[in-house]
């Protein structure tokens, strides 16, 4: 049954049918509350329709949902159909490579790196060969590398800030209030990276 619902998610999302596939994500959601996937497919579906909050509040909770599972030693019975539903979106069915694709790609949009690196990974479990797949995994890949690698440097300029405001300095500021205001009134999200267009 789980598997048929995730084909048929599937199906929709790969018609275009998002109402029809958000419906289906929410029936699954509704089914099986701690799900996952089903979140995370929802989420996707928000992303697609223009809810860019809501799927980023979704995205979190699913990240949050898989931390909490992933060091969890007891398995009562919800999370046992939780398990049936990853196993079931993971499956081999032929649209839902495409949907973990696309999962990924909203992911990387939102910097939601790790995110992105799983689901194109799960995408190519179900087919290996990809390449638009393979691609969007080495570049995320890429991308959290260089942002872990940044985390530290980022770290030491916020120390160094706190630092100079606290001796009655004002931080140096790059953009400068001008620039920062029309940064500010951007629309985040319109411009995907080139590999993604």
Not at 65 to 77: L, N
Not at 136 to 152: M, N
Not at 190 to 195: D, I, K, L, S
Request: hydrophobic share 40%; with cysteine.
């Amino acid at each position: 049954m789980i598997d048929a619902l995730f084909d048929l998610f599937g199906t929709f999302h790969q018609r275009g049918d998002l109402a029809q596939a958000e419906a289906i994500a929410r029936s699954i959601r509704q089914a099986i509350p701690d799900d996952c996937v089903s979140l995370q497919f929802l989420g996707l579906t928000w992303y697609r329709t223009g809810r860019r909050d809501e799927a980023i509040k979704a995205f979190k909770a699913a990240a949050a949902c898989h931390h909490e599972r992933g060091g969890s030693v007891h398995v009562d019975r919800r999370l046992h159909a939780a398990t049936q539903c990853l196993r079931a979106a993971r499956g081999n069915g032929p649209t839902l490579p495409g949907v973990w694709y696309d999962l990924g790609l909203a992911l990387f949009r939102l910097r939601r790196f790790q995110q992105a690196i799983d689901a194109f990974q799960t995408a190519l479990s179900g087919r290996p060969d990809f390449p638009a797949a393979q691609r969007a995994l080495a570049r995320s890949i890429a991308r959290a590398s260089r942002r872990q690698a940044a985390a530290p440097q980022h770290e030491a300029s916020l120390a160094g800030k706190s630092h100079a405001a606290g001796h009655g300095h004002r931080p140096l500021s790059i953009t400068g209030p001008v620039q920062a205001q029309h940064v500010q009134q951007r629309t985040p999200g319109c411009v995907a990276p080139a590999f993604l267009r």
